[in-house]
């Protein structure tokens, strides 16, 4: 580590402690060729978490945008802000233990599937978007599947 006084490349860690709640290591750091003192911190580098999109197309993880499709279609419903974020952090965990590269089909089936548990009504609302639903069949086929899901449960 470089001193930021000196820029001497040779510097001491004269005391280490956990920060961020274990999120990183918190070093005080002495500069033996001008005796500055200063701080550093350690933390775990994360990798970029990449949507493989249906026509081939690649961009970066948005927690916000998926927030922004459920805010919608959770809108005049009984579903806090809470809920909502506890939702799309949990679809974004589910991406990222697939590794750093995730299909837009798993990223928006995984909210389906918590939608789903969350309300019905947002899950058929945020449904018709996703799967582009353009008759009123569609809504009754998704229906259909959702009373059959439910009755499948112990």
């Known amino acids: 580590m470089f001193c930021p006084s000196c820029h001497a490349d040779d510097t001491k ?3 280490s ?3 961020d709640e274990g ?3 918190r070093r005080r750091r002495l500069c033996p060729n001008c ?3 200063f701080t550093t911190y350690e933390r775990l580098e994360e990798l970029p978490l990449m949507v493989v999109k249906t026509h081939g ?3 970066l993880f948005d927690r916000s945008k998926l927030m922004a499709g459920v805010q919608a279609a959770c809108k005049g419903r009984p579903v806090t802000a809470e809920q909502i974020e506890t939702l799309s952090e949990s679809v974004e965990d589910e991406a990222r233990m697939r590794g750093n ?3 837009s089909v798993v990223v928006g089936l995984a909210a389906l599937d918590r939608l789903r548990e969350l ?3 947002a899950y058929l609302r945020f449904a018709s978007v996703y799967k ?3 008759a009123a069949r569609d809504f009754a086929q998704e229906l259909q599947l959702l009373q059959k899901l439910q009755s499948d449960r112990p």
């Open 13 to 15: 860690v004269i005391d």
């Open 17 to 19: 402690r956990v920060a």
């Open 23 to 25: 999120c990183a290591v």
């Open 35 to 37: 005796s500055h003192r």
């Open 57 to 59: 197309g690649r961009q």
């Open 101 to 103: 590269e995730v299909s």
């Open 119 to 121: 309300d019905e009504v």
């Open 132 to 134: 582009n639903f353009d």
